[in-house]
């Protein structure tokens, strides 16, 4: 999509993250003055507060005590890293509110290789906030590849419960199946599950390009997947998620947003 910068700056893809706060009177004053935000309290199954939400469109922050990563939610990560995405739809006039509602933003900067146009404020916290908008670049011509389509291979104890698993479970189908191997499909996505052995041990991962990965997180939860986390927008053009398998394999489903 082209950058439009006649449209009313807003945030136009889902965003959901936990990150830290030390003082929730002045994070709640910073994204609600400077960014837009609206707040409502979190509570636990006991009515207990736990955390604050912040609500801007699509894009959902929760702010309390603690500070993790959302791929590793038992590990605390130290106050200040997070990095939060915020895809919008006019990145310039974005900058310009931000601006001229006292904030410091950064200089808007066209990063060619994810075609991104995009600025960075940091919050009281020190996490920082990037905001990006799409815009085209013509591609450079490429010559005709040799490579066509990866198959991922895949270690399991058990292939024929990985087999069931990965129909049940990750709606994959069977193209071939026998106790030490299963060659998977799901549309235009083919791989093997095999055997573990001296040869193939540990665990294996791949990463799948998709279409929505919203829709397909709601899919393989309510499946009963694995899920390690909600979608998360990256600053580098991907919205993803991660799967464990049975055995721990590890599948990445990505969403680029051009």
């Known amino acids: ?14 965003v959901f993250r936990y990150v830290g706060t030390r003082d929730e009177a002045r994070t709640t004053a910073f994204y609600r003055d400077l960014l837009g935000f ?29 500070d993790y990563s959302p791929d590793y939610p038992m590990q605390k990560r130290e106050f200040g890293t997070a990095i939060l995405f915020f895809p ?22 066209k990063v060619n290789w994810i075609k991104m146009e995009m600025f960075q404020i940091v919050d009281p916290d020190g996490h920082i906030l990037w ?12 010559p005709q590849g040799q490579l066509e389509q990866a198959l991922p291979n895949l270690p399991l104890t058990d292939v024929s419960a990985g ?5 049940d479970v990750l709606g994959f189908s069977i193209n071939y199946a026998q106790h030490d191997l299963g060659v998977m499909y799901r549309d235009k996505i083919t791989l093997c599950l095999i055997a573990r052995t001296e040869k193939h041990t540990g665990i294996g991962s ?38 464990l398998d049975l055995e721990g394999n590890s599948l990445g489903f990505g969403q680029p947003f051009e």
């Open 206 to 243: 791949c990463y799948f390009y998709i279409r929505d990965a919203d829709t397909l997180h709601a899919e393989l939860k309510a499946r009963g997947a694995n899920i390690q986390g909600e979608p998360v927008s990256h600053p580098w053009g991907l919205r993803d998620f991660h799967v």
């Open 1 to 14: 999509m082209s950058a439009d910068n006649s449209e009313k700056p807003a945030i136009v893809a889902p």
């Open 131 to 142: 905001f990006g908008q799409s815009y085209q670049q013509p591609d450079k011509p490429r």
């Open 163 to 167: 087999v069931k698993y990965y129909c």
């Open 88 to 109: 919008t739809n006019n990145v310039a006039g974005m900058r310009e509110t931000v601006l001229a509602r006292g904030g410091k933003p950064s200089e808007l900067e």
């Open 38 to 66: 609206s707040f409502e309290d979190v509570h636990d199954a006991d009515g207990k507060k736990v955390a604050i939400k912040g609500i801007n469109g699509p894009a959902h922050i929760e702010f309390g005590e603690d």
